[in-house]
């Protein structure tokens, strides 16, 4: 084999091993520490933070979402206070936080106390605009456990307060797929943060203790 080849051979070989050796820290950073508890166990906090996860043709909540907001009706019926529903609403024909607000009033949660965050395209923006932009210093985030690490460690170093509920009342089919994906996810919100990264958008600030209703 030409030198030149085997250089390039060893580099390819050396980019995959520390690309590896690299994921596999920042998954490790990330998991560590989490905070993820059943909703008895959940400790009352101001705001209950539940991330958007696609929505139907039809508006209605995907399954995996639905599960997300009946977590969150079961830990605002034991202990109250208000909900940010983030998700993507980068089209018109696509808005995930108005869905999710539509899904909880019909099961009964007061329309004032249910805040929308439009501009939650990933979890890193959700958890960076709800401390950024909505002044969110202690909260409970809602979503599958597979997720959860990846939030609680943004939130840790966005300065929130956090514990996370795991929504999973069903078997998802593309699960595996999720998790495979989350591996990736992780290692790049570790490199999210150490470069620096701003949400998207962020705006006037939003106080969560005024009405829901002015952020439809």
Not at 106 to 123: N, Q, R, T, W, Y
Request: positive net charge; proline residues 6%.
């Amino acid at each position: 084999m030409p030198p030149a080849r085997r250089r390039r051979r060893r580099l390819v070989l050396a980019a995959f091993v520390g690309a590896a050796l690299y994921m596999t820290i920042a998954n490790a950073v990330v998991c560590r520490g989490a905070r993820v508890v059943p909703v008895a166990e959940a400790a009352p906090a101001p705001v209950i933070v539940v991330l958007g996860a696609g929505i139907r043709p039809d508006g209605s909540p995907s399954d995996i979402l639905a599960d997300r907001l009946d977590t969150a009706l079961e830990l605002h019926r034991r202990s109250g206070g208000r909900i940010l529903c983030s998700g993507d609403h980068g089209r018109d024909q696509h808005d995930e936080p108005l869905a999710m607000a539509r899904y909880l009033e019909a099961h009964g949660v007061p329309p004032e106390v249910i805040f929308l965050d439009h501009a939650g395209f990933d979890s890193f923006n959700t958890v960076s605009r709800a401390r950024r932009v909505f002044g969110v210093t202690r909260a409970v985030f809602v979503s599958q456990a597979y997720h959860l690490p990846r939030v609680l460690w943004t939130a840790k170093e966005e300065g929130i307060e956090a514990e996370g509920v795991a929504s999973d009342r069903h078997t998802y089919p593309a699960m595996r797929w999720y998790q495979a994906r989350e591996v990736v996810s992780r290692s790049k919100v570790v490199l999210d943060v150490v470069v620096g990264r701003e949400p998207r958008f962020l705006g006037a600030a939003v106080s969560l203790q005024g009405d829901g209703r002015s952020t439809r």
